[in-house]
């Protein structure tokens, strides 16, 4: 939480994208019957899971067990995480008329029909309070929610695609329908993301997997303005002070759209791992904490390898206020928890290398 608001600790913290996820095999026996939202939805089931790799990694926060389309899915979108494929939903919203209907649904129905939300992030600190107990202050739960442009190339695609063209047609060829749904979708996720921090998450990150899809000037115009008003309405929450909740703004393949991403009012910028930190920095030009960006391939590599990556990031990461070390990406499924777990103390290590302070 130090880092988040710019201060650099003597060691830097680290957390994983997905850290709560597939690699873990006790993950896999927990997730061995019933369907992904479903399990975001089972208070008892999200909180054991968002403690599993702060138990057997050692990380500094945790990242809150959910699901993107899960505030979708509360306001009444018939949507499934197909297993291996993602989210896939039953009507996509293909036409004006489509996105019209859908935008009438009250935003505010995430928070009325978000108990099972509250109550697991409520049961989640309340953990984190007993397996942090020794290190003398509570690990800090992260919140999240999917970024509005991220959200509508779903909706609109029907389910993952890998150039999203329906998406980027749409913003062109019919802005004022494409403007309605990404304003109603950053209220949607804005909800999502504030339900948690007013449920007692410490942080917040909003994570646009697809922006990285748009160029600058379709990001700045079509992309950008739902990404604010989405993290407005968790600022709205804690504005400037001692109070203020850190916010991280993230998307993947994003290099080019740093700058724009980060004159959001935002606490720290994630960086993918295709750009290099102090190179990010340069290009954000604003006094922010910088979170990243280890390439997921490098928890599959040998240790000699591994770990002069990790030194490598740490050092590029001194360009910034602070730095919150991350991977550039999500774990992967078939990553080996030993591997992470060895990134962990790699990077709480590199301290006693004389590393850290400038």
């Given amino acids: 939480m130090r880092a988040l608001r710019g201060e650099r600790p003597e060691i830097t913290p680290v957390w994983f994208m997905r ?33 599993q790799p702060v138990r057997r990694h050692g990380v500094d926060a945790a990242i809150f067990f959910s699901d993107i389309v899960v505030p979708l899915a509360l306001v009444g979108m018939e949507v499934e995480i197909a297993p291996g494929r993602g989210p896939v939903f039953a009507r996509p919203l293909s036409t004006a008329a489509e996105i019209a209907r859908a935008v009438r649904i009250d935003p505010a129905l995430v ?17 984190l309070g007993e397996v942090s107990a020794d290190r003398g202050e509570p690990l800090p739960l992260i919140g ?20 999203h063209l329906a998406a980027r047609r749409l913003l062109h060829d019919d802005p004022a329908a494409w403007h309605d749904l990404t304003a109603w979708l950053a209220e949607v996720s804005g909800e999502f993301l504030a339900l948690q921090v007013t449920a007692g998450a410490s942080a917040g990150q909003l994570f646009d997997s697809w922006a990285g899809a748009l160029a600058p000037h379709d990001y700045r115009e079509g992309a950008l303005p739902a990404s604010r008003a989405a993290l407005d309405r968790v600022r709205a929450l804690s504005p400037a002070g001692v109070g203020r909740v ?30 290099p930190l102090d190179e990010a920095m340069r ?70 290398a004389g590393g850290q302070q400038p």
């Avoid at 393949?253 to 960086?271: F, N, R, Y």
């Avoid at 240790?303 to 991350?326: M, S």
């Fill in 19 to 51: 850290q709560a996820g597939r690699s873990l095999p006790e993950y896999r026996a927990l997730r061995a019957t019933g369907g992904m939202i479903d399990a975001c939805l089972d208070p008892a089931l999200a909180s054991e899971i968002t403690l």
């Fill in 111 to 127: 928070r009325e029909r978000g108990e099972a939300v509250v109550s697991a992030v409520s049961r989640t600190t309340q953990m």
């Fill in 144 to 163: 999240f929610a999917g970024a509005p442009f991220t959200l509508a190339a779903y909706l609109v695609e029907g389910g993952p695609s890998k150039d």
């Fill in 246 to 275: 850190p916010l991280v703004h993230f998307g993947v393949g994003t290099g080019e759209l740093l700058a724009d991403m980060a004159s959001a009012d935002i606490d720290a910028i994630g960086v993918d791992y295709r750009v």
């Fill in 283 to 352: 290009r954000v030009g604003r006094d922010l904490t910088v979170q990243g960006n280890l390439d997921p391939a490098m928890l599959f590599a040998g240790e000699e390898a591994r770990t002069a990556q990790v030194h490598r990031i740490l050092e590029e990461g001194r360009h910034a206020r602070a730095h919150v070390f991350n991977l550039g990406h999500g774990v992967p499924k078939d990553a080996d928890p030993d591997a992470i777990g060895a990134v962990v103390r790699t990077v709480h290590d590199w301290r006693a």
